[in-house]
């Protein structure tokens, strides 16, 4: 199939992105990288009468720290956020997971906004800003809001973005004192869609668990962090005990439905075999 016929614009601000939607009568959409939004063209899933690309708006750019957060651009590309520097120190949780993001042909156009935008419940990076406590800048036709991860993933493929808006940037607060980092997913394949993924960022004062965030993705239809393990894992050393409380507290943290393919009773089989395993490699990094 082809895509319908469609007019393309390329606004050289954001302020001018958000007047050409608007012009469209909400009959428009954004495109950046555009790894998800193409194939839908293509399948007439989507057939907007206009395209407005913000992929190369300088205000969506870049990776810098600012007053204790690292920003990142919402078109900064995945395959930056692999290799950069700045990641790797500031928020190593974003480079363990940049390497499960499908393939590097997709890496090298897929954008961190557009991700999050989309809001995909099996993809890594969505949980992963979860599991940050990330604050994600909108821009709409009424000013610049910032929004905690907490609240932004609503339901399948649904977010706080109202039609018109843009995702400007991500703020993630930068790792300090003994922070750990650790990622990964179970896939048929490496970049297929995962089974069960999880991530956990970890401060730890000596052996001790200070602060844990871990949040999982494909176990449900938002990024759904596991609070209960969470609190299993708080003012703990992590040894085979406290990894097992952590295990069982999974029960009351994940609900996922049954599908044709796997069983909702296999998914919380394996995030209880993928939590045990990075708690190891947790406890492994001290």
């Known amino acids: 199939m082809k895509a319908r016929a469609f007019d393309y614009v390329r606004p050289q601000s954001v302020g001018d992105a958000m007047k050409a939607f608007a012009a469209a009568d909400g009959d428009a959409v954004f495109v950046a990288g555009g790894q998800s939004l193409v194939p839908a063209l293509a399948l007439r899933l989507q057939g907007p009468a206009l395209l407005v690309d913000i992929g190369r708006l300088k205000e969506l750019e870049g990776l810098s720290l600012e007053q204790g957060f690292l920003r990142i651009g919402a078109a900064t590309r995945h395959c930056e956020i692999l290799t950069s520097d700045l990641v790797r120190t500031h928020a190593p949780l974003l480079a363990e997971a940049a390497p499960h993001v499908a393939h590097p042909a997709i890496r090298n156009r897929g954008t961190f906004g557009g991700s999050l935008a989309l809001a995909d419940p099996a993809a890594e990076f969505p949980a992963m800003v979860l599991a940050l406590d990330a604050l994600i800048e909108i821009a709409s036709p009424e000013g610049v809001r910032r929004v905690a991860a907490e609240n932004f993933f609503i339901d399948l493929y649904e977010t706080a973005l109202q039609p018109g808006e843009v995702i400007v940037a991500v703020h993630i607060p930068v790792s300090s004192g003994d922070t750990r980092a650790v990622f990964d997913e179970l896939a048929r394949r490496r970049g297929d869609y995962a089974i069960v993924g999880a991530g956990v960022n970890a401060r730890f004062d000596g052996s001790t668990v200070e602060h844990m965030r871990i949040a999982f993705l494909a176990v449900g239809s938002t990024p759904i962090r596991a609070r209960s393990a969470e609190q299993a894992l708080l003012g703990r050393s992590i040894d085979a005990d406290t990894i097992c409380k952590a295990q069982d507290a999974l029960e009351s943290d994940l609900d996922p439905a049954d ?17 045990g395993r990075l708690l190891d490699r947790l406890e492994a990094i001290g």
Request: charged share 30%; glycine share 0%; proline share 6%.
């Open 259 to 275: 599908d044709d393919q796997i069983p909702a009773s296999m998914r919380r089989h394996l995030a209880r075999v993928l939590l």
